[in-house]
């Protein structure tokens, strides 16, 4: 059986991504934060449409402690691919941000899926073939004035993968970063309809992302046949800002 964990599968994206790989025959682990409801809720839904696959809600808050992080990891099923689309962000002048913010953002975005990663790599190791995929971000490669810690985050990641995965490639086991543009998620409820079509106007392709054109491309990096594909960041923004 193949079975991935999705970190922030209550997310705008990482539902996403659950329903596409869950059509893919993938089995699923669905992690949330605060919204264990939503979790359960997706696993069911996705348990009648697919019942011979498993769909099983699990949580685990990012800002824990490393011991709670060794614990849920040790609970786990051997899982071949871990998704990590769990993320925050907060959009203020750098010179307003807390550092009890600015410690969050980095330990939800790059800190703990580091240190997830370590805690996973001896089982992903066993399979044929293991796939990580990280969300990044169009910031990570442009960082974007008020959103600073958020894109030192997402920049650090997408620098994280392309080191890790050359110390993994001979095993089959890829780890790539799909780094998205804007998408219309929760992620984005701070902004108004008009700040949101004025964005629209700047990105190439006329408009934010769907959740599901994003999910593609984690899907296609699951695919046995993405084995030579790794360390790589893939830009998924409609042309813009890359
Ligand atoms: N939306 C965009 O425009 C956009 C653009 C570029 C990159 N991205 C990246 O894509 C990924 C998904 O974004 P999204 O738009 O789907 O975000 P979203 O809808 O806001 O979902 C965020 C997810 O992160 C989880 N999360 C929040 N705090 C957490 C914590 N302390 N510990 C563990 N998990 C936590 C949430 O879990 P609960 O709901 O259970 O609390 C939720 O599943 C993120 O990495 C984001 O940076 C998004």
């Given at each position: 059986m193949k079975r991935a964990i999705i970190f922030g599968a209550t997310g705008g994206i990482g539902q996403a991504i659950a329903k596409r790989l869950a059509q893919s025959g993938w089995s699923l682990y669905l992690h949330c934060n605060s919204h264990w409801a939503e979790a359960a809720e997706l696993g069911e839904e996705l348990a009648s449409l697919y019942p011979d696959q498993d769909f099983m809600p699990i949580q685990q808050d990012f800002c824990a402690a490393d011991a709670d992080l060794k614990k849920f990891v040790e609970g786990?099923?051997?899982?071949n691919a871990a998704i990590f689309a769990q993320g925050i962000t907060n959009y203020d002048f750098l010179g307003s941000q807390s550092s009890e913010v600015i410690e969050r953002i980095l330990k939800v975005n790059l800190e703990n899926p580091i240190k997830l990663t370590k805690l996973l790599e001896s089982q992903l190791l066993k399979h044929d073939h293991s796939r990580i995929v990280y969300l990044g971000s169009v910031y990570g490669g442009q960082g974007s004035a008020m959103e600073a810690v958020y894109s030192a985050s997402k920049g650090g990641i997408s620098r994280f993968a392309q080191a890790y995965a050359r110390e993994v490639a001979a095993s089959h086991f890829t780890v790539n970063v799909v780094a998205p543009g804007a998408?219309?998620?929760?992620?984005?409820?701070?902004?108004s309809g008009e700040t949101l079509a004025d964005l629209a106007e700047e990105i190439p392709a006329g408009h934010l992302a769907n959740p599901t054109e994003i999910a593609y491309w984690v899907d296609c990096l699951l695919?046995?046949?993405?084995?030579?594909?790794?360390?790589q960041t893939i830009y998924v923004s409609g042309g813009w800002l890359e």
């Open positions: 786990l099923l051997p899982v998408v219309m998620t929760p992620m984005n409820a701070m902004f695919n046995p046949e993405s084995d030579y594909l790794t360390g």
